[in-house]
């Protein structure tokens, strides 16, 4: 099984970039779909972006976003690494929360925005921006 370190949280002024890193370990990032997960204060975990795994040969490294996101956060996966990123640009107070990695052993037929799909969870790394 795989195990997830987030690293890259801080501090960050409105408008201003950040980059969240998950390093992986006991395993190849590429047999797995990999996510980026968000929780807020007081709020439910959300589903940030995917990038689908890389071993099913129907794959084609496809990325899926939250909306909200989708013009401002690029998520990527360095398989000589064995880590993920998450880049986040023009960042405003609602990117504020703990951010989570995620990786689900399911096919690419299976996979969603949903938590329930995700079996590994790294433990998050903080993110917090100021106005």
């Known amino acids: 099984q795989v195990q997830l370190v987030e690293s890259g949280g801080g501090l960050v002024q409105t408008g201003g970039s950040l980059r969240v890193s998950c390093a992986a370990s006991?395993?190849?990032?590429?047999?797995?779909?990999m996510a980026w997960f968000r929780q807020a204060p007081g709020k439910e975990r959300e589903f940030v972006a995917v990038i689908i795994r890389s071993d099913d040969i129907r794959s084609d490294g496809w990325i899926f976003y939250k909306q909200s996101v989708v013009d401002r956060f690029t998520m990527s996966r360095d398989t000589a690494k064995n880590t993920v990123y998450l880049q986040m640009n023009s960042m405003n107070p609602e990117d504020t929360a703990d951010y989570y990695c995620a990786a689900s052993e399911r096919n690419i037929d299976e996979v969603s925005d949903q938590r329930s799909s995700y079996d590994y969870w790294g433990q998050g790394t903080q993110v917090t921006v100021t106005s």
């Open positions: 006991g395993d190849a990032t590429s047999r797995y779909s």
